[in-house]
């Protein structure tokens, strides 16, 4: 068995994996990503916001991705029946940026892996980290696999999961919790949308919401094809009966927005159903290791946080790693933990009351003021850390407030 000496090794090379890795090689530290996956692989987390254009920039990694001329999305529109809610990026609470992509994330996933390899970062490919151990000064010794079965050691003064829904060192520690998403259920594929609108429609993310609970996702890309996918409580899913394509095209049948659109449409796979998708982990750090994106916890795809989520916590990550090898002070439940779980819970709010009706009482109402919807716009495009804005600052409140108030003067 082979061993060698690195100074931070990242398990996972999507977004929060790759930003990491950015950043620490900018800073001279030695790097390696191991990847369970072969690249390009089909991931979820399709519709981007602008607040992790900033992570992107910030380490280098904008123009490899601006080369790929994704889709760019310029805000977000809700349906319901005969309503509409429009939010533009440019119209919000928050100075920053007004557009972001929406993207194919094999290909997204491949031009950021693609950019590291140029730099010089090593990433190992079909490779799985199977066992750790840390020592009580931090420093791990993990056993990893790779594709022809050969097992290596790698050894490391500091660990970053990124390996999204893989867990890798919480699995391993036995740290995962239970499922959070109260029983939903999505099921989804990409299609050719040969019937797509010329004009703003490729420009948008679309939620068209069939029940108070139950809503399709629109997803256009630059290249033609389209994400489309349901999310609702399993038992609403399932009770379409059928294989995946099946149930699929019948739970379009209910959208009278897109059903004629995409009724012909080819399937460019077979639908993909994912089952108690959100989570959330005991701790985001430990000693000698700390928990970014997807592992460290996923919130239902409603506003589409992952990705903002993944790489605001790989470049917090690095930025503290850095800062613990230079022997600075590091915080990490103050200065990460706590810091994430405020973005969190902001989130949160704003998808526990999408199901509870407020905010869709919110958004679908003829009297927002002009004010409250560019501070709920910042929320939506990720500034889910500006506290100058009230729907920030106040989220638990707010939200509930202003549906009640929206409610009692339709009812007058």
Known sequence: MTEQEIDILIIGAGPSGSVAAAYLHQQGFTVKVVEKSKFPRFAIGESLLPRCMEHFEEVGLLDCLKSENFQIKKGARFLKEDKSCHFNFKEKHTKGWDWTWQVPRSQFDKALTDELQKRGVPISFETEAI???FETDGTSKTTIK??????????????????????????LLKQVKPATSKGNTSIFTHVNDRKRP????????????????AWLWVIPFS????SIGYVGPSEFIDSF??????????????????????ENSDFLFEPKEFKDFSSSMNALYGKGYTITGNSAGFLDPVFSSGVTFATESGLLAAKLTARKFRDEA???????????KQGVSVFKTYVDE????????????????PEIKKQICSVL???????????????????????????????N
């Not at 999408?354 to 003021?369: E, H």
Request: glycine share 6%.
């Open 381 to 411: 495009a990720g500034y889910v850390w500006d506290t100058s804005n009230p729907f920030v600052k106040n989220h638990q409140r707010l939200v509930k407030t202003l549906a009640q108030v929206i409610e009692i003067e339709s009812n």
């Open 146 to 171: 790779t594709k022809e079965g050969a097992t290596e050691t790698i050894k490391a003064k500091h660990c970053i999961d990124a390996s999204g829904p893989g867990r890798v060192i919480p699995r």
């Open 198 to 213: 010329e004009g703003k429609e490729g420009t948008l993310i679309t939620f068209d919401v069939v029940t108070e609970k």
């Open 330 to 340: 590091v915080d990490w439940e103050r200065d990460y933990e706590n810091h994430l």
């Open 241 to 262: 009966s059928g294989a995946s394509s099946e149930k699929l095209r019948k739970l379009l049948q209910l959208s009278k927005h897109y059903k004629k659109r995409f």
């Open 223 to 226: 290249n033609g094809n389209t």
């Open 131 to 133: 066992h750790i151990e």
């Open 354 to 369: 999408w199901y509870s009706g407020n905010l869709q009482k919110i958004f679908f109402t003829d009297t927002i003021n």
